[in-house]
């Protein structure tokens, strides 16, 4: 087995487990196109259990998530059915190693996406806009990674929670985004932290799929990354985000 395939095969079992790893750049060595293709082979693995592709998520897209992670850079991450919950739903603790959640924007598609896009073309390819909360687990020890290592470890991905769609509009700048953990506000961030514009993130998002080979097909789901820095959920915890006008979003952790 080769390295790559390896090292796809500890971080398959570290989430399948809920048992962290050691990061890998400690020790050793690899690139941005070495980490893209551990995190195909691990979506090949979810896949051939029998998960669906559903989407991507962006990662990094805000100055609040890169300072707290110490990571400058974007990245792409993709989302299987599996790790839906729906709006107003529960997450089972015990299925992750040390969760965190995080305020999002979410766009779905009505197109295939096959090159990179311009923000003037962004609402021929989308068919609705919603609030959305991310649930993000590393399958490192101690939430700490490097830029390899997060992309190799499919960008923490691990739950997601889909509020309301609403059409798209051209215009998603200034709108308040807050965070709640059983009922109180823990952070406030604006839709404006998101690259500036969050539409900026769709555009992000076909420019990367593009380069590292991601599927961005008609139906599925963009996740723009977060607003805010991402808080540690504990059972029995209630988890809400507000977007302004695309209303709240909410699941519970049993
Ligand atoms: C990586 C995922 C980053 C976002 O919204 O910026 C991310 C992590 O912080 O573990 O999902
Ligand atoms: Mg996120």
Redesign the pocket.
């Known amino acids: 087995m080769s390295r790559i395939s390896e090292m796809a095969t500890s971080l398959h079992i570290a989430q399948r487990q809920q048992s962290p790893i050691a990061q890998f750049s400690t020790t050793e060595t690899f690139n941005l196109n070495q980490a893209y293709e551990i995190q195909h082979q691990l979506i090949g693995k979810r896949v051939a259990e029998g998960e669906h592709h559903i989407g991507i ?1 962006m ?4 100055e609040a ?1 890169m300072a707290q ?1 110490g990571v400058s850079e974007m990245i792409i991450g993709q989302l299987t059915d599996k790790m839906e919950c729906i709006n107003g739903g529960s997450i089972k603790r015990t299925d992750f190693i040390h969760p965190r959640v ?1 305020p ?1 924007i979410a766009f779905r598609l009505k197109k295939d996406i096959t090159e990179p896009i311009a923000i003037g073309d962004v609402l021929n390819y989308v068919d609705g806009v919603s609030a959305a909360l ?1 649930v ?1 687990d ?1 399958r490192y020890e101690n ?1 700490k990674f490097s830029l390899e290592d ?1 992309i190799a470890d499919n ?2 991905s691990a739950a997601f929670v889909l509020g309301n769609f609403h059409e798209p509009r051209q215009v998603l700048t200034d709108l308040e985004m807050t965070l709640l953990i059983n009922g109180k506000p823990i952070e406030t961030g604006n839709s404006n932290d998101i690259l500036g514009n969050p539409w900026k993130s769709l555009v992000a998002a076909s420019e990367l799929s593009y380069k590292y080979n991601l599927p961005l097909k008609a139906g599925n789901i963009v996740l723009a ?2 607003a805010t820095s ?1 808080h540690f959920i504990n059972v029995s915890d209630e988890i809400a985000a507000d977007v302004a006008e695309l209303q709240s979003v909410f699941f519970r952790v049993v």
């Open positions: 998520k990662g990094f897209t805000s998530k992670m995080e999002e991310e993000i590393s939430f997060v960008c923490s990354g977060a991402a």
